[in-house]
T-cell receptor, first 117, second 119 residues
Framework: AQKITQTQPGMFVQEKEAVTLDCTYDTSDPSYGLFWYKQPSSGEMIFLIYQGSYDQQNATEGRYSLNFQKARKSANLVISASQLGDSAMYFCAMRGILTGANSKLTFGKGITLSVRP | GAVVSQHPSWVICKSGTSVKIECRSLDFQATTMFWYRQFPKQSLMLMAT?????????EQGVEKDKFLINHASLTLSTLTVTSAHPEDSSFYICSARPRTGDTRNQPQHFGDGTRLSIL
């Protein structure tokens, strides 16, 4: 079984500053992948970044980076130089890698980020 | 990048109507597609996993006779909400994963969702 925990209440950040969105997880899978998605108010789910459990380096994609601490089972998303368009709901998700193509994504309950001008 | 098209974006209809939602992978083949339901300010709830050419696998508590899923080709899956009632009003979103040789780190790509309102 897999579980994703996102417990932060709504987050606020000043434009151009960095913000960290927390995510902790639990799984019995020896190999897994961690994903972050952004969902603006219009509803679409936008893939941001991926981290494999055996990746040696933390993932980075433009202004997004993942602070992966395997021993602590945490995969926090860091957004640098926040922009007004970053205001959205953010979901952390994971999937077991060895369980095949049908393996399901398990989502956290999400964090709402608001960027202030 | 991989694109998933979902249609329609909005549906408003009377109670008792059946509503069909289409999910297409536009530039890749998807053996597996996923259907989710989402209530406002909440997370995505997986309803079913749709496999091309076979029956869908439904999550516990999801009525298969209410939510009919068909995955007739590698690029199209449909969700039909049969005899819809106001409690079926929700945001429905589909997702597909590219059918490539190494699927380990492939993200699921999502459609833009369908807002269903039953009057």
């Amino acid at each position: 079984a897999q579980k994703i925990t996102q417990t932060q209440p709504g987050m606020f950040v000043q434009e151009k500053e960095a913000v960290t969105l927390d995510c902790t997880y639990d799984t019995s899978d020896p190999s897994y992948g961690l994903f972050w998605y952004k969902q603006p108010s219009s509803g679409e789910m936008i893939f941001l970044i991926y981290q494999g459990s055996y990746d040696q380096q933390n993932a980075t994609e433009g202004r997004y980076s993942l602070n992966f601490q395997k021993a602590r089972k945490s995969a926090n998303l860091v957004i640098s130089a926040s922009q007004l368009g970053d205001s959205a709901m953010y979901f952390c998700a994971m999937r077991g890698i060895l369980t095949g193509a049908n393996s399901k994504l398990t989502f956290g309950k999400g964090i709402t980020l608001s960027v202030r001008p | 990048g991989a694109v998933v098209s979902q249609h329609p974006s909005w549906v408003i209809c009377k109670s008792g109507t059946s509503v069909k939602i289409e999910c297409r992978s536009l530039d890749f083949q998807a053996t597996t597609m996923f259907w989710y339901r989402q209530f406002p300010k909440q997370s995505l709830m997986l309803m079913a996993t749709s496999n091309e050419g076979s029956k869908a696998t439904y999550e516990q508590g999801v009525e298969k006779d209410k939510f009919l899923i068909n995955h007739a080709s590698l690029t199209l899956s449909t969700l039909t909400v049969t005899s819809a009632h106001p409690e079926d009003s929700s945001f429905y979103i589909c997702s597909a994963r590219p059918r490539t040789g190494d699927t380990r780190n492939q993200p699921q790509h999502f459609g833009d969702g369908t807002r269903l309102s039953i009057l």
